[in-house]
């Protein structure tokens, strides 16, 4: 039971940095491998509030918006300059990636900490006790996917989404600002991999070096789920997280990573959609 | 005489549009075909299914009397069926010559492409020539003209050495000599090779120069096809064509 | 058709072979240049110069790949590391058996080739290209250096593998600075054939296809999945053997050389001496390294950082990187020179 409570945890974590990355793909073709460390920017943000005000919960709240202004800065900079050049972007963001994680190094020192979490206790949950901290995560998670799919299914922005997702100049002849919405999903993929940053900083030994394994997973569950399909991300990293936690149980990290990793390479050879990903065209 | 090129019922949709509807075609070896039809009446697709680029739904295609409409890609294009798109579609970042020359190695096998075979860098070379663009032949394929990138793309597809060569619009965006001189050279060149063309033109005087039956496609149908006199009688090939001049 | 070959042409073909031959005569100059560095340099400049080799190798590698068929590799220093761990484990467990030196340098080529055939059958031939493909070389990259660092009692661990025996095959032992020197000094120069030869015979052409134009490409003939795979195995293949040669050299072998980290110093050494080129890879390597070693102790803590600066900026503003830089030049020069 601990161990689906576990992969609950981390599944609903993934969700949320996973659920960017997928659609920002889908939306602009690119690939931001900077995404990994839009987590841990949230963390060190936790990190630089507790420090001046030794508050947790301030930190928690301001990531989403601090960590989604910095991915708007990147796309109005950045990626914008390298549109229709997949793999130049790939690289870029890869290089922005390591400017991020070294200035890091470099403003908080290079060594892991740990934070306390904001409250602690234990609920009894079907027989296990379980950190009440986690379920909060669990909760958490769930509510902000609700009203992301909210979001993009039911308001005016997430039709414009679609119809960009869809045909972008066929959006813009509709006199869609096709510009703005990538700079605005953009800055909200990064906000909730903030989000999701800054509620994991007391369950992870925090250092820079952390996001990149957020990264892999997150592609993970990319890769599993589709691109361009919300419930498809959910869907895929309920799948890697419980998978994770239900290897990691009984195996070495490193095992349930290889185990994982060709678990995706033979779904994309039979499924290049993704297990939950629309076939389009 | 059986034919070479064999199209029987092809079917293809996209979505709720049939932009193939039941097209039956049969090419005999040496023959100059042409294919004309409205805008939308279904040529390029016609093109996509007989060189695999497209799958057709129903129906099948034949070359020698062998299924080809499994095959991917570039097998149908090395037992000798090579297409020139509507859109020229070149290497735009190596020179005029590089991309002949990729051309005409292209049907060798695997093994034998690393190290270029002499004959066909002498047949990339006359190509060059014989489309007068030896004169072009170091510029960068991504520079050059419409017209020149045209005439670029037809010159690749003549040094593949196709059995049955497929031209999409050859024509498109050249001048009234350039397109005269086209015509006669490919004239020239399928009578030389013996080669068999199957060519989606609008321009009518180069369909007269070439073309020895024409099929007509309306609304992805054959609506007639025979020799271009007949064609120029028909009725409803004439309804269809009101104000576009044939 | 033969006598449709015009003067002009049979003239454009003498001219090919003249520039040909001055190519391998620079070439030829550079080897001996080399050949002779220890004569005159430190062992530290010597060291310096073999280590600048077996990077730009590792680029050269990459450089087939990304520059000719546009296929990044992202964790490319998986085939890096293989080579060196595939050769190191051999010389740490099978050091006493008869032709270990023979096998111990076979495998550091073989084992990371025969990976990257296998990534190359499942994925290349399912279509999977892009960036996914460059996203899974990536995860296996990480997921190769956290192998390395857990399977403590083949490996080493973190502490890497030490103490290895020499490379020996007969009389002749590949250990150590000099012999290392040279012999990587050699297979430089066999690399860099091996790539140029590749690169300019058809399936060369049919890389650029697969770059530019994968339709074009496919549609005259070429079996591009095949044609992607030769690039990513040969590429492969030849970072391997740089890894192989490391060990001689360093006589050490450890988990980073397989990570991201020199993934990314990879990358960086292509970019900014520029893809597509064959001696770009060399420069790309020499520069960064240079400009390294030119920073003050108390700087190179930024070192990492500077490196992700200059991949953004290379990709942003240059992506043909130095060479692009100077034949952009050279290309303008002439063009005044013409004018007047
Ligand atoms: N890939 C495609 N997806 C959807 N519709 C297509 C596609 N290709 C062609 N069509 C449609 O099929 C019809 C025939 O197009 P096409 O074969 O290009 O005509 P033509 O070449 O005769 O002008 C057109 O209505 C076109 O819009
Ligand atoms: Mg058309």
Same mark, same amino acid.
């Given at each position: ?24 793909f889908?939306?602009m073709r690119v690939i931001n491998m ?44 950045m990626i914008?300059r390298l549109s229709g050049r997949l793999l130049d972007t790939l690289v870029a963001t890869w290089g ?123 592609f ?7 691109v ?40 994309i050879?039979?499924?290049p ?9 | ?57 129903? =129906? ?6 062998? *299924?080809?409409?499994?095959?991917p890609l570039h097998?149908?294009? &090395? %037992? #000798? /069926?090579?297409?020139?798109y509507?859109v020229p579609s070149v290497l735009p970042d190596v020179s005029?010559?590089e991309n002949?020359r990729l051309a005409?190695a292209g049907?060798?096998?695997l093994?034998?492409l ?26 960068i394929a991504g520079q ?12 690749m ?15 498109? =965006? ?6 005269? *001189? ?9 009578? &030389? %090779? #013996? /080669? ?51 | ?57 590792a680029a050269l590698g990459l450089d087939l790949i990304w520059g000719y068929t546009g296929q990044l590799s992202l964790g490319h220093a998986a085939f ?36 990257a055939y296998?990534m190359a059958r499942t994925l290349i031939h399912g279509n999977v290209t892009g960036a996914y493909f460059a996203i899974i070389t990536l995860l296996v990259s ?49 690399a860099?054939?091996i790539a140029r030869r590749l690169v300019r015979s058809p399936i060369g052409r049919a890389m650029e296809g697969v770059r530019t134009n994968e339709q074009r490409t496919a549609s005259l003939g070429y079996p591009t999945s095949s044609v992607r795979t030769i690039a990513f195995v040969v590429g492969a293949a030849i970072t ?23 993934s990314t110093s990879i990358i960086v050494w292509v970019a900014i001496g520029g893809r597509r080129s064959l001696v770009g890879p060399?420069i790309g ?25 200059f991949l953004v900026v290379v990709v942003l503003t240059q992506p043909r990187g130095l060479v692009g830089l100077?034949s952009t ?12």
């Amino acid at each position: 039971m601990t161990t689906v409570l576990n992969g609950l945890t981390l599944a609903a974590v993934l969700s949320l940095v996973a659920i960017g990355l997928a659609v920002i793909f889908g939306l602009m073709r690119v690939i931001n491998m900077a995404h990994g460390e839009m987590f841990i920017l949230g963390s060190y943000t936790v990190v630089a509030a507790w420090e001046a005000t030794g508050n947790v919960w301030l930190g928690i709240a301001l990531a989403p918006f601090v960590v989604g202004a910095i991915g708007w800065a990147i796309e109005r900079t950045m990626i914008r300059r390298l549109s229709g050049r997949l793999l130049d972007t790939l690289v870029a963001t890869w290089g922005l990636s390591i400017v991020i994680r070294e200035g890091l190094k470099v403003v908080f020192g290079a060594g892991s900490r740990n934070l306390p979490f904001p409250f602690t206790g234990d609920l009894t949950v079907l027989g296990t006790r379980y950190p009440l901290y986690r379920l909060f995560l669990i909760a958490l998670a769930v509510v902000v996917m609700a009203t992301v799919l909210w979001v993009f299914l039911r308001t005016d922005f997430g039709w414009k989404v679609s119809a960009v997702t869809q045909d972008r100049e066929m959006a813009m002849a509709m006199g869609i600002d096709a510009g703005r919405i990538d700079a605005a999903v953009f800055a909200l993929g990064a906000g909730l991999a903030g989000l999701a940053g800054a509620v994991m900083t007391p369950l992870i030994t925090l250092n820079p070096e952390v996001g990149l394994f957020f990264l892999a997973r997150s592609f993970l569950v990319v890769i599993v789920g589709g691109v361009g399909s919300l419930l498809g991300t959910a869907a895929g990293a309920g799948l890697i997280g419980m998978g994770q936690a239900a290897l990691a149980a009984s195996f070495r990290p490193v095992i349930a990573q290889i185990v994982l990793l060709v678990l995706a390479i033979v779904i994309i050879r039979l499924r290049p959609t993704g297990l939950f990903g629309r076939l389009q065209g | 005489m059986t034919a070479l090129l064999e199209a029987r019922g092809l079917v293809k949709r996209f979505g709720g549009l049939r932009a193939t509807d039941g097209v039956s075609l049969a090419i005999e070896p040496g023959e100059v075909r042409c294919v004309i039809g409205p805008n939308g009446a279904g040529k390029t697709t016609l093109f996509n299914l007989l060189t695999g680029h497209l799958r057709p739904d129903e =129906g099948e295609i034949l070359l020698d009397g062998e *299924r080809i409409d499994v095959l991917p890609l570039h097998e149908i294009a &090395r %037992r #000798g /069926l090579v297409r020139k798109y509507q859109v020229p579609s070149v290497l735009p970042d190596v020179s005029v010559s590089e991309n002949i020359r990729l051309a005409a190695a292209g049907r060798r096998r695997l093994s034998d492409l690393l190290r270029e075979r002499a004959d066909d860098r002498d047949r990339a070379e006359a190509t060059l020539e014989e489309l007068a663009l030896d004169g072009l032949a170091d510029r960068i394929a991504g520079q050059l003209s419409h017209g020149e990138l045209q005439r670029l793309e037809i010159a690749m597809v003549l040094a593949a050495q196709p059995r049955v060569l497929l031209l999409d619009e050859p024509t498109a =965006g050249m001048t009234v000599e350039e397109t005269g *001189r086209v015509a006669t050279m490919l004239r020239a060149i399928a009578e &030389r %090779r #013996g /080669l068999t063309l199957v060519i989606v033109e609008h321009d009518i005087a180069f369909i007269k120069m070439l073309g020895d039956r024409i099929t007509v496609l309306h609304e992805g149908r054959v609506l007639a096809e025979g020799p271009h006199a007949e064609i120029e009688a028909d009725p409803l090939v004439r309804r269809v064509y009101l104000g576009e001049g044939l | 058709m033969t006598e449709a070959v015009g003067a002009r042409t049979l003239i454009g073909r003498s001219a090919a072979r003249r520039i040909e031959l001055v190519h391998w005569v620079v070439a030829a100059a550079v080897a001996v240049a080399l050949w002779v560095v220890p004569l005159f340099a430190s062992r530290f400049v010597t060291g310096q110069v073999a280590r600048i080799l077996v990077f730009g190798i590792a680029a050269l590698g990459l450089d087939l790949i990304w520059g000719y068929t546009g296929q990044l590799s992202l964790g490319h220093a998986a085939f890096f590391g293989l080579g060196a761990y595939a050769t190191g484990l051999v010389l740490v467990h099978l050091g006493n058996v008869p032709a270990a030196g023979l096998l111990a340098i076979v495998a550091g080529v073989a084992v990371p080739t025969t990976l990257a055939y296998l990534m190359a059958r499942t994925l290349i031939h399912g279509n999977v290209t892009g960036a996914y493909f460059a996203i899974i070389t990536l995860l296996v990259s990480l997921i190769l250096e956290q192998l390395a660092t857990t399977l403590i009692g083949i490996t080493g661990g973190i502490n890497g593998l030490y103490g290895m025996a020499p490379i020996r095959i007969g009389p002749w032992e590949l250990w150590g600075l000099l012999p290392s020197y040279y012999t990587i000094v050699v297979c430089a120069l066999v690399a860099y054939a091996i790539a140029r030869r590749l690169v300019r015979s058809p399936i060369g052409r049919a890389m650029e296809g697969v770059r530019t134009n994968e339709q074009r490409t496919a549609s005259l003939g070429y079996p591009t999945s095949s044609v992607r795979t030769i690039a990513f195995v040969v590429g492969a293949a030849i970072t391997g053997l740089a890894g192989m040669l490391y060990v001689p050299l360093e006589q050490f072998v450890y988990p980073t050389q397989l990570g991201v980290l020199l993934s990314t110093s990879i990358i960086v050494w292509v970019a900014i001496g520029g893809r597509r080129s064959l001696v770009g890879p060399f420069i790309g390597a020499f520069v960064v390294s240079y400009g390294q070693s030119l920073l003050s102790d108390r700087l190179q803590q930024y070192w990492v950082l500077a490196t992700g600066v200059f991949l953004v900026v290379v990709v942003l503003t240059q992506p043909r990187g130095l060479v692009g830089l100077v034949s952009t030049a050279v290309r303008r020069v002439r063009g005044h020179r013409e004018e007047r």
